[in-house]
């Protein structure tokens, strides 16, 4: 359950106005108001802000100059949810003027630059968390848990297809920026890191990466489908398969096979069967990880608690997903770089 703080309302503003912070931002920081009251909506289009801030049952300002809104005193964190390309930029210009800042995943296009903006970032300054809502996802943290816990004996394989349709009637076909080649990855990267923070989440880091890539669709660039094998830094072994082409009949169920059990789930739901034994169906919230997410943002700013949404994690998301493509591309396996420790590694 959420708790209520005693403190007055932190004063957020939305830095962006698109598909994710109408969708989930808005409704979540709405639901959320003993924590938050927007005060001001930034967009390049006077327009756009317009459109977000009728969805607000209150008045917020509209701001198309960014520097004007990092100047405001009445700001005292951000909500960034601007096109992948341009979040390196406002995330250092929002730190540098002292403003906490929620930042949308991936937290950069690439990794080097989530690495030089790492290293750009004021040492001593305000808390700076990535989203990744699917960290804040109950059915996935019940999953890590159990196996975690021994419930399963030791992880030994894991399978995860998902197919999901990016056409012009999906919301986020709309998005240019998804699909003008502007940050490398295109849809593979964009939800790819959802996926990797699921599997990192359950099973631990990722050691080595084997994969193969194709663009089907000519409005998908640069990949649309990615087939990937995964080895565990623990010793687990999986399958990752993404396709943005099409759709299946079928959820997106991620299976893992124990020594001693095996449990599958997906975001709303877990099913554990222990070896010879009956299985247990867990119902668990879902999709409402970005909520839950900026709930974590008000207690980290409030009261310092620990956030598991750090710069760190979402760079070992994306460099895992970069050694897929680079695994794609070459042919020969790649060793995604390193921001995270694993917590044991196999012997």
Known sequence: MLQDFAQPPIRIALMGAGTFARDAHVPSLL??????QIVAIYSRSESSAAALAAHIPYAVDL????????????????????????????????????????????IAPTVAAGEALVARRPQAGPLWMVGENWRHEDAFLAAASLVQGGEIG???????????????????????????????????????????????????????????????NPSLPPADTLVAALRFAGGALGSYSVTYVAGAPWPPVLHVIGTRGALTVQRRVVELTPAGGATQRIECDGFDGVEKELDAFAAAIRHG??????????????????????????????????????LREAT
């Open 305 to 342: 608690e620990a956030q598991r949404n750090t710069p760190l994690e979402a760079l070992q998301d994306l460099a895992v997903m970069e050694a897929m493509l680079r695994a794609a591309a070459t042919g020969v396996p790649v060793t995604p770089q390193r921001f995270v420790q694993p």
């Open 31 to 36: 639901n959320l108001g003993s924590r938050f």
């Open 154 to 216: 030791e992880p030994v394989s894991c399978h995860w297809a998902v197919a999901t349709p990016i056409t012009p009637q999906n919301k986020y076909y709309q998005s240019a920026w998804r699909r003008d080649g502007s940050f490398a990855g295109g849809f593979l990267v964009d939800g790819g890191v959802h996926h990797v923070a699921a599997l990192r989440l359950v099973l631990g880091e990722i050691a080595e990466v084997r994969a193969q890539a194709v663009q089907r």
């Open 63 to 106: 701001v198309t100059d960014q520097d004007a809104l990092l100047a405001r005193a009445d700001v005292d964190a951000v909500d960034i949810v601007l096109p992948i390309a341009a979040l390196p930029d406002a995330i250092l210009r929002s730190l540098q003027a002292g403003k906490h800042v929620l930042s949308e995943k991936p």
